[in-house]
Every structure is written in C-alpha cells, then in structure tokens.
C-alpha cells in the first residue's frame, strides 16, 4: 500500500481520471463510497497525486545522447523541478492566474461569480473564475467538460486539495 499524503482512498474499481457526471445524488454517492480513513482491517489503495498527474512524454535517444524520437501521442510532457523554474515565472503564473494562490482556500467564490456574470453579460466566455488548484483538478481529475457538475466537483475537491498538498506540490 502506497503511504503518504493522498486525494481519496480508493477500492480497486477506482478510476482516478473520472467522477460521476450526473447530478449532485452523484456527488454525494461518489465521496460516501470513497472515504477518507479506510474502514478498521479493509486494505485500500492510497491515489495521490502523483498518480494522476500526466507522465513524461516517451522520449528515446541514440548512443550520443541526442533524441531520436519523442512519442506525442498525449501531447509533449517534460517535469521540471519547480526549483528549477524562474522565480519571476511562478510570480506571473500566480499574478495572471491565481493571485490569492498562496494565501487563499483552493476555491475564489466572487472569482466564480464575477466569471460568471461577465460571461452571462457578453453571452460567452470572456473570463475564467478558476484558480490554480481548481485548473490542476479539471485538468488531472475530473475532466474539462463545460458543465456546472464540474465546477461543483472543483469546488468541492479544491479545499481537500489544498489541506492534503503544499502549495509547491499543487503548481
């Protein structure tokens, strides 16, 4: 069993990469049949976020070292340490982004309605309301189908994300 900080415990018909999409009785079904602390005795597998988070990109190099070929079938994927990336980067990512990132619960309700509303007005989408955690959990867990079920799920998970992982962890 993998030990450690973890999203949800599992069983082992557990799809990391889909929640239920109907309905809020869904909601609630999905969370009472995963819970948090695994029953007295029951083996669960612990998910973290490491598991679903998308892997590098296959990538195969000649005897020199030079790459030969790089296997793009999901898109080109390469993890960088964030300690490896510029300061001033992860400053504009959170300014553009997310600029109570650091300070804020996962979840910006009045980013939500100001979205919301801006996007009503103009009758379609010219703003987003999401914040860092929320894109990392529509992007690695529940999918980016245009849906109110979505932005449900994001907002309930988010806070969960945000006590389960350091901010480090989450960009």
Same mark, same amino acid.
């Given at each position: 069993?993998?030990?450690?900080?973890?999203?949800?415990?599992?069983?082992?018909?557990?799809?990391?990469?889909?929640?239920?999409?109907?309905?809020?009785?869904?909601?609630?079904?999905?969370?009472?049949?995963?819970?948090?602390?695994?029953?007295?005795?029951?083996?669960?597998?612990?998910?973290?976020?490491?598991?679903? +988070?998308?892997?590098?990109?296959?990538?195969?190099?000649? @005897?020199? $070292?030079?790459? &030969?070929? !790089?296997? /793009?079938?999901?898109?080109?994927?390469?993890?960088?340490?964030?300690?490896?990336?510029?300061?001033?980067?992860?400053?504009?990512?959170?300014?553009?982004?997310?600029?109570?990132?650091?300070?804020?619960?996962?979840?910006?309700?009045?980013?939500?309605?100001?979205?919301? +509303?801006?996007?009503?007005?103009?009758?379609?989408?010219? @703003?987003? $309301?999401?914040? &860092?955690? !929320?894109? /990392?959990?529509?992007?690695?867990?529940?999918?980016?189908?245009?849906?109110?079920?979505?932005?449900?799920?994001?907002?309930?998970?988010?806070?969960?994300?945000?006590?389960?992982?350091?901010?480090?962890?989450?960009?």
């Amino acid at each position: 069993m993998k030990k450690g900080k973890h999203l949800v415990s599992t069983n082992d018909n557990y799809s990391p990469a889909k929640l239920p999409e109907s309905g809020q009785a869904a909601i609630a079904q999905w969370l009472s049949d995963h819970p948090q602390k695994p029953a007295r005795g029951v083996y669960q597998e612990v998910t973290t976020l490491a598991d679903i +988070l998308p892997k590098d990109s296959l990538k195969m190099y000649d @005897e020199h $070292g030079t790459l &030969i070929y !790089q296997m /793009l079938d999901q898109g080109m994927q390469t993890t960088v340490p964030l300690s490896q990336i510029s300061q001033n980067l992860i400053n504009a990512e959170v300014a553009i982004e997310d600029h109570y990132f650091w300070t804020g619960p996962g979840v910006d309700i009045t980013g939500i309605v100001r979205a919301a +509303l801006a996007n009503l007005t103009h009758g379609y989408v010219v @703003e987003g $309301g999401s914040t &860092i955690t !929320q894109q /990392l959990i529509k992007n690695a867990i529940v999918g980016d189908q245009d849906t109110i079920m979505r932005k449900l799920q994001e907002i309930i998970l988010a806070p969960e994300v945000t006590r389960l992982y350091s901010k480090q962890e989450i960009l």
